[in-house]
């Protein structure tokens, strides 16, 4: 049976852009609220300036993980399902893996280019900006979020294992 490429591509952009815009929003809400429950990543001579007696909101930081564990769990199986009805047919582990795979590149892409590039690099809002590191030369280091996102081993091996447990999980549904 062959791919319908025109309907997996049409699909992988449409979800993965919507799964990466729900993500920049998700995350650009909890910048608005509190900046510094993200201070772990922002550059290091950014961290280095903070004053040691900062912390994040617990509030801020728990509501931020449950909503992005829910955009991971139910936007991705959501995706994937919405491909396997579009195709007419079940992708596999492998296919379900590859296409969970490459739908968190994309949001990691539209992250680094939105969130990162567009809006924490180029604009700088006073609101990202933690109290005590104002005109940190991390604000305008582009390279460091590529470096962050594309070339450490954590977010790979990391969107390798989610999408294997998804791809596992939405089979193991499938079945039963």
Same mark, same amino acid.
């Given at each position: 049976?062959?791919?319908? &490429?025109?309907?997996?591509?049409?699909?992988?952009?449409?979800?993965?852009?919507?799964?990466?815009?729900?993500?920049?929003?998700?995350?650009?809400? *909890?910048?608005?609220?509190?900046? =510094?429950? /993200?201070?772990?990543?922002?550059?290091?001579? =950014?961290?280095?300036?903070?004053?040691?007696?900062?912390?994040?909101?617990?509030?801020?930081?728990?509501? &931020?993980?449950?909503?992005?564990?829910?955009?991971?769990?139910? +936007? @991705? $199986?959501?995706?994937?399902?919405?491909?396997?009805?579009?195709?007419?047919?079940?992708?596999?582990?492998?296919?379900? @893996?590859?296409?969970? #795979?490459?739908?968190? !590149?994309?949001?990691?892409?539209?992250?680094?280019?939105? =969130?990162? /590039?567009?809006?924490?690099?180029? $604009?700088?809002?006073?609101?990202?900006?933690?109290? +005590? &590191?104002?005109?940190?030369?991390?604000?305008?280091?582009?390279? @460091?979020? #590529?470096? !962050? *996102? @594309?070339?450490?081993?954590?977010? #790979?091996?990391?969107?390798?294992?989610?999408?294997?447990?998804?791809?596992?999980?939405?089979? /193991?549904?499938?079945?039963?």
């Amino acid at each position: 049976m062959s791919l319908d &490429t025109e309907t997996l591509l049409s699909r992988f952009l449409a979800d993965g852009l919507l799964l990466g815009a729900l993500f920049s929003i998700v995350v650009v809400l *909890s910048l608005l609220a509190d900046p =510094v429950v /993200w201070l772990d990543d922002y550059p290091p001579d =950014v961290r280095t300036m903070a004053p040691a007696e900062l912390s994040g909101s617990v509030v801020v930081e728990s509501a &931020t993980a449950g909503a992005l564990l829910l955009l991971v769990a139910g +936007g @991705f $199986w959501l995706a994937e399902r919405r491909l396997e009805r579009d195709l007419d047919r079940s992708l596999g582990f492998a296919g379900r @893996f590859v296409y969970l #795979w490459l739908l968190f !590149q994309c949001v990691n892409v539209v992250d680094v280019v939105v =969130v990162d /590039w567009l809006i924490f690099t180029a $604009w700088t809002p006073d609101f990202l900006v933690i109290p +005590g &590191t104002e005109g940190a030369a991390g604000y305008d280091d582009y390279l @460091f979020h #590529w470096r !962050q *996102s @594309f070339l450490r081993s954590e977010p #790979w091996v990391a969107s390798l294992a989610v999408a294997a447990l998804l791809a596992a999980l939405t089979g /193991w549904r499938s079945r039963g």
